[in-house]
């Protein structure tokens, strides 16, 4: 099992930066696909980026993908979302989740990631 912690959210302004930072536990971690998800309040939880066990596979949303960036360093079971040019619109909870598998394949179902963080907050004011 591995279990998940989000950091690197907060509070910035339109335009700006964040990185959000998710540490796995456990030592198989290169054995996880990892996606980062976003739940802003009264939407549904919805797939912003995935990357495959081995980094070699990425997808980003398509609303998002010139202005953020998924990757992940297996040896310090970490994965990441840099997040540039920040809009309004991006204030989310934003939650990292894993799936055990080793393909060259990226999920973005909710329902396909069976470990789930406990969620990093992201507020981006006007």
Same mark, same amino acid.
């Given at each position: 099992?591995?279990?998940?912690?989000?950091? @690197?959210?907060?509070?910035? =302004?339109?335009?700006?930066?964040?990185?959000?930072?998710?540490?796995?536990?456990?030592?198989?971690? #290169?054995?996880?696909?990892?996606?980062?998800?976003? =739940?802003?309040?009264?939407?549904?939880?919805?797939?912003?980026?995935?990357? #495959?066990?081995?980094?070699?596979?990425?997808?980003?949303?398509? #609303?998002?993908?010139?202005?953020?960036?998924?990757?992940?360093?297996?040896?310090? %079971?970490?994965?990441?979302? =840099?997040? %540039?040019?920040?809009?309004?619109?991006?204030?989310?909870?934003?939650?990292?989740?894993?799936?055990?598998?080793?393909?060259?394949?990226?999920?973005?179902?909710?329902?396909?990631?069976?470990?789930?963080? =406990? @969620?990093?907050?992201?507020?981006? #004011?006007?």
């Amino acid at each position: 099992q591995v279990q998940l912690v989000e950091s @690197g959210g907060g509070l910035v =302004q339109a335009g700006g930066s964040l990185r959000l930072s998710c540490a796995a536990s456990g030592p198989t971690f #290169s054995s996880y696909a990892m996606g980062w998800f976003r =739940q802003a309040p009264g939407k549904e939880r919805e797939f912003v980026a995935g990357i #495959s066990w081995s980094g070699g596979s990425t997808y980003v949303l398509d #609303s998002v993908k010139a202005r953020f960036t998924i990757s992940r360093d297996n040896s310090k %079971n970490t994965v990441y979302l =840099q997040m %540039n040019s920040l809009k309004p619109e991006d204030t989310a909870l934003y939650y990292c989740a894993a799936r055990r598998e080793r393909a060259p394949v990226v999920r973005t179902g909710v329902y396909e990631y069976g470990y789930w963080g =406990q @969620g990093t907050q992201v507020t981006v #004011s006007s």
